[in-house]
């Protein structure tokens, strides 16, 4: 079956930069998303990659995928308080739109 | 856009109650629905898919007489907690997906409680 890995904790200073890694097995799939859950609450789309890119920018946000590796991260530059949440990156399973969820990186933003 | 609301947000219920949590895309047509369940500080878990006008495809394990899914409509689907027992408390998460892409978008969760 499909394992998608993350790291649980990651503790950062308010206005550093964070890094999330993930790390997964299907390398069939199309698109690989990172997903942020703040407590209680569903699942917010941050942002994904298509496999044929290297990196993606979205203003704060840095997607790198190294596809020979099966490794993608996540880089939130300037991380604020308001940063902090769990945040899952998903792999769709083979061609379909079923994910396979990462266990999620709980990042915590020290003041 | 592409957002899903889910109803209700939590809900209390005694032990051999049957409780209905309703998922819906409120401005796009969701082909598919994809319902999963997370156990506190763990990830979510594919409990079924659903594609509008067919049965649910359940994942292994998951009792589909226990968790009966409808998705009666491009925009509403349900998931009903049958015969409810403490061990089905947990927060219940519905995501949709229309035809021509991949990405899911997310409710904000359902937390049931089984007293």
């Known amino acids: 079956g499909e394992d998608v890995e993350q790291s649980l904790f990651l503790s950062v200073r308010e206005g550093d930069s964070s890094v999330i890694n993930c790390t997964y097995t299907d390398s069939s799939s199309t698109y690989l998303y990172w997903y942020k859950q703040e407590p209680g609450a569903g699942l917010q789309l941050l942002t994904y990659?298509?496999?044929?890119?290297d990196m993606k920018q979205d203003q704060r946000l840095t997607v790198l995928l190294n596809k020979k590796d099966k490794h993608l991260s996540l880089r939130i530059a300037d991380t604020q308080t308001g940063d902090s949440a769990i945040y899952f990156c998903?792999?769709?399973?083979?061609?379909?739109?079923?994910?396979?969820f990462g266990t999620g990186t709980s990042l915590t933003v020290i003041p | 856009g592409a957002v899903v609301s889910q109803h209700p947000s939590w809900v209390i219920c005694k032990s051999g109650t049957s409780v209905k949590i309703e998922c819906r895309s409120l401005d796009f047509q969701a082909t598919t629905m994809f319902w999963y369940r997370q156990f506190p500080k763990q990830s979510l878990m594919l409990m079924a898919t659903?594609?509008?006008?067919?049965?649910?495809?359940?994942e292994q394990g998951v009792e589909k007489d226990k968790f009966l899914i409808n998705h009666a409509s491009l925009t509403l689907s349900t998931l009903t907690v049958t015969s409810a027992h403490p061990e089905d408390s947990s927060f219940y998460i519905c995501?949709?997906?229309?035809?021509?892409?991949?990405?899911?978008?997310f409710g904000p969760g359902t937390r049931l409680t089984v007293l």
């Open positions: 998903a792999s769709p399973r083979g061609t379909g739109n079923q994910f396979y």
């Open positions: 990659i298509f496999s044929n890119m």
């Open positions: 995501s949709a997906s229309w035809s021509y892409t991949d990405t899911q978008y």
């Open positions: 659903s594609n509008e006008g067919s049965k649910a495809t359940y």
